[in-house]
């Protein structure tokens, strides 16, 4: 019977490469791809259409939050689970090899290519974690790491595999021409876990709020974010995208405000809406809006479907700077 795998498969040149290397010995792939709110499949949509590989994206949300809570491996640089967060996406594979007959997954990872999550260490961990240990192949350094039972077995011949390791591409960039590979993405990057603004964004909302929400985590995307007090956050808008998603993401207890007659942000307050909080985030709202810096300006509130006008003068950058996170 013929074998079949599962790929890991990112969208980025290793990752297509491995697929390269598995479905030249004649072995057929599937692919399998992950979306949280934290990474999308995109780029592994794009590059399973070129190299003409079946794709499933599968979302990993609820599982991966509860991970991100305690992660057992602890964080990188930034709030990036590496470790737990590939062990996750391996087991997950690896409940697609059973479900589909497949014979083993792969991934497109590099011994030595990131120093956490890609050292020898590291590499037997996720797969032991995985519960799926046996059935883990890595293409691009197998001959590097110790056999797997699928190699005993046959089913994929060793030899055929390779022994690239560190952080150098050039072997990459030089398979990518022998199999005719011309576009790709960008190593690294599309993880908003290892960006530091956001990931301190998170530390904070996390820190006051342990059941947040998808909602919640969704702003962190946008705008610029300003902690009150426990419950209490005002997100401003920074452009028209910007203003669009919070406008989006709003909610009927949410206060939502701009500037009557100038072009500006959309303020968001999120928690306390008491008439304190709302003349502040009306004043920031005047701040980062066209309006003069002099005198007092209108602004529109909108909350629990009622519309309230204040008048008010902008805030100054100082206030606005001691609760920005």
Known sequence: MKVKSISVFSGGLDSI?????????????????????????????????????????????????????????GFGKNMNPCIDCHTMMLGFAGQKMLETGADFIFTGEVLGQRPMSQSKQSLYIVAKN???????????????????????????????LYAIQGRGRQTQFKLAKEFGIRDFAAP????????????????DLFLHDENADIREIELLKYGRHLRLDRKTKVI????????EQLEQLSESTDAMLRVKKYAGPIVLITGDCQNETLLFAASLCVLYSDAPNVGKHLVVCSARDEDTEFEVYAANKEDAGRFMI
């Open 236 to 243: 401003i808008g920074r452009n028209k995208d910007d203003n």
């Open 17 to 73: 490469l491995a697929v390269k290397i598995i479905s030249n010995l004649g072995i057929d792939v599937l692919g399998v791809s992950f979306e949280t709110p934290f990474f999308n499949a995109k780029k592994a949509i794009t590059a399973s259409k070129q190299i003409e590989m079946p794709l499933e994206i599968i979302n990993i949300t609820d599982s991966y939050l509860r991970m991100l809570s305690k992660p057992r491996y």
């Open 188 to 203: 690294a990057g599309g993880c908003l876990l290892t960006d530091p603004m956001f990931s301190k964004r998170l530390k």
């Open 130 to 160: 995985s519960g799926f240990q046996d059935y883990i192949i890595r293409p691009l350094s197998a001959r590097l790491l110790p056999e797997t039972k699928i190699e005993k077995e046959c089913k994929v011949d060793r030899n055929k």
